[in-house]
C-alpha cells in the first residue's frame, strides 16, 4: 500500500488541476450519481474523495444530508479540508483494505474509480465491511473504468494506470452486489473518451416493489462553474490565466501549495 500512498499524495496538483479546467470522467459520474442519489438520504459515504469535489458536489446539493469523505491519501484529505468545507460535510483518512468503521450506516456509499483500485485478494473484506454500512433501501453506485479502457491502457498507454488497477466486469459487480446483500438496479457502458470506456452501476439493499423509484432522469446537481473554481483557489478569472491550461498551469499550482 505504501506505493499507493506515495503515488496518490503526490495527485494532489493534479486532481485540483482537474477540478479548475473540468475533467469529463468526474464531471459525468457526479452528474450520473446525482440522478441516483434518493433525496430522502440522511448520509452518504464518498469513498475515495479526493480533493473532495465530489464530495462536495452531493454536500451542495443535499443540504440536508450528511457526507463522509474517506481517502487513503493525508495529502488530498488535508487539500479537501482546506478547499472544500460545508457543514454537512466531514472528510477523514482511510484506508479502506484496512479494518475501518463508521458509528452510522449510509444511504449511499459512492465509488468513482476507486473499485479497480482495491487489490482483487482484499475486494471479499472491503465487501463484508460494506455490507455493514447499508440499510434497506440504501444504494452503492459505482463508476469505473470497462476491462476494455484497462486493456487499451496497458497496451498504449501504461502511464495512464495507477499501483494498483484491476480489471472490473459485470461479473465483479454481480459478485459485490450478492456479498452485500444487494441487487443490480442499473448497470451501463459509458463513452467517456472512447466508446465503452467507462461503465456506471447501481446496487441497492432490498429494493421495494412498487414504491417509487427516485431515480431522476434529469440530475439535480449543478456543478459549480469555472469562475467559481477559480474564485475557490484564489485565482483570478482572467483570459491569461485560463489560457494557462495544462503543464503550465500544473507549475502554477505546485507554487500556490508549496
Ligand atoms: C482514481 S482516484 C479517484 C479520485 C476521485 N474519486 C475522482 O474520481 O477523481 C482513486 C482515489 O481512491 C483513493 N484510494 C485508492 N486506494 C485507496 C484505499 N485503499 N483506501 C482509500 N482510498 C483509496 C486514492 O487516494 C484516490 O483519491
Not at 459487480?173 to 456479498?179: F, Y
Not at 473518451?193 to 439535480?220: C, H, K, M, N
Request: charged share 30%; hydrophobic share 35%; proline share 4%.
Amino acid at each position: 500500500m505504501k506505493e499507493s500512498l506515495d503515488y496518490y499524495n503526490a495527485e494532489v496538483e493534479k486532481m485540483t488541476l482537474d477540478y479548475l479546467n473540468g475533467n469529463s470522467r468526474i464531471e459525468s459520474a457526479i452528474r450520473e450519481f446525482g440522478s441516483f442519489i434518493k433525496p430522502s438520504s440522511t448520509s452518504i459515504l464518498d469513498i475515495g474523495c479526493g480533493i473532495g469535489w465530489s464530495s462536495h458536489e452531493f454536500a451542495k446539493t443535499f443540504p440536508s444530508t450528511k457526507i463522509y469523505g474517506i481517502d487513503l491519501s493525508p495529502r488530498l484529505i488535508e487539500k479537501a479540508k482546506t478547499l472544500f468545507w460545508r457543514n454537512n460535510l466531514e472528510y477523514h483518512c482511510v484506508d479502506i483494505t484496512e479494518d475501518f468503521s463508521f458509528d452510522s450506516k449510509f444511504d449511499a456509499v459512492s465509488l468513482i474509480d476507486v473499485y479497480e483500485h482495491i487489490p482483487f485478494h482484499s475486494r471479499e473484506e472491503f465487501h463484508a465491511r460494506i455490507k455493514l454500512f447499508l440499510n434497506d433501501g440504501s444504494r452503492v453506485l459505482l463508476a469505473c473504468p470497462s476491462k476494455f479502457h484497462q486493456n487499451w491502457l496497458r497496451k498504449h498507454k501504461t502511464e495512464g494506470l495507477q499501483p494498483v488497477d484491476e480489471d472490473v466486469d459485470f461479473k465483479t459487480i454481480q459478485k459485490l452486489s450478492s456479498d452485500i446483500n444487494c441487487e443490480v438496479i442499473f448497470f451501463s457502458y459509458k463513452k467517456i473518451w472512447r466508446a465503452y470506456d467507462y461503465f456506471y452501476a447501481v446496487l441497492e439493499r432490498r429494493p421495494q416493489y412498487g414504491s417509487e423509484p427516485e431515480i431522476t432522469l434529469q440530475s439535480p446537481i449543478v456543478l459549480e462553474s469555472q469562475a467559481e473554481r477559480y474564485k475557490r483557489l484564489g485565482i483570478p478569472y482572467s483570459k491569461k490565466n485560463r489560457e494557462f491550461k495544462g503543464y503550465y498551469m500544473l507549475k502554477r499550482l505546485k507554487t500556490i501549495f508549496r
